[in-house]
């Protein structure tokens, strides 16, 4: 309907990017910031919430920043197949939640990391 719309898809792959790193900069911040805080809330050991937060700071700026985007995409991914395997089989949360978020929001996370890695995050990346 719009094909003159096309020549943004590479602006638009930037700021999914920009926003995935944000997302995950900021969570796995919150993991390293208090770690025996957040894996008490979580129901995991502090030396794997450390690993976690390092994992989603990582994560995070990789895809944000495109240096080897698709690695960064593909390990989001798993982090986030964990998240929600917790939410359904650990805590019984629902596709949209009730008390706490659902895990729909971790499948939309999943799917723009899958865009991302299927794209190679786009023109604008640091290194392929």
């Not at 359904?88 to 799917?111: C, N, P, Q, R």
Request: no cysteine; glycine share 12%.
């Amino acid at each position: 309907m719009f094909p003159q719309l096309a020549r943004f898809t590479d602006l638009g792959l930037l700021l999914l990017r920009l926003m995935v790193g944000l997302v995950f900069v900021n969570s796995g911040y919150r993991h390293l910031k208090a770690p025996a805080t957040r894996a008490k809330s979580i129901g995991m050991s502090k030396p794997f919430t450390i690993f976690l937060g390092a994992a989603e700071v990582a994560g995070g700026l990789g895809v944000a920043t495109g240096v080897l985007t698709q690695l960064p995409a593909f390990g989001l991914i798993v982090i986030m197949l964990g998240a929600i395997w917790k939410k359904i089989f650990a805590w019984h949360t629902g596709f949209w939640g009730e008390k706490a978020s659902g895990w729909h929001y971790d499948l939309i996370l999943i799917l723009i990391n899958l865009v991302v890695a299927f794209t190679n995050g786009g023109a604008y990346v640091l290194m392929r």
